[in-house]
């Protein structure tokens, strides 16, 4: 069974800083997979906040770039979301993406930027 947990969601001011992380199980070679957050505002359709390829390689959504940073453990099977400079419209639920072979989805985690 594949699995993937999100943590460290939750409220944050504007201008404040939250750390996502993916746990995953269940996945052979972690190392090998593709990994990536993406985002669902209210009203919105889910897009890609950001991607870190099995070359190392980095995609950002350009609402995020220069804010966000995607990193992954891959002794530990985690991939990381550092989210700085937070505004309001970073508020929605947010999704854990692993490829390999497949698609792998987490449950999503809520992140809220309010006042």
């Known amino acids: 069974q594949v699995t993937l947990v999100e943590t460290g969601g939750g409220e944050a001011q504007p201008g404040g800083s939250l750390r996502l992380s993916c746990e995953a199980s269940?996945?052979?070679?972690?190392?090998?997979?593709?990994t990536g957050w993406y985002r669902r505002a209210p009203g919105k359709q889910r897009e890609l906040v950001a991607r870190?390829?099995?070359?190392?390689?980095?995609d950002y959504d350009d609402n995020v770039r220069g804010r966000f940073t995607i990193a992954r453990d891959n002794p530990n099977n985690i991939v990381y979301l550092e989210m700085n400079d937070l505004k309001p419209e970073d508020t929605g639920v947010y999704y854990c993406?692993?490829?390999?072979?497949?698609?792998?989805w987490g449950q999503g985690i809520q992140v809220t930027v309010s006042s």
């Open positions: 993406n692993v490829i390999r072979f497949t698609d792998y």
């Open positions: 269940g996945i052979s070679s972690f190392n090998l997979a593709t």
């Open positions: 870190i390829t099995v070359e190392g390689y980095l």
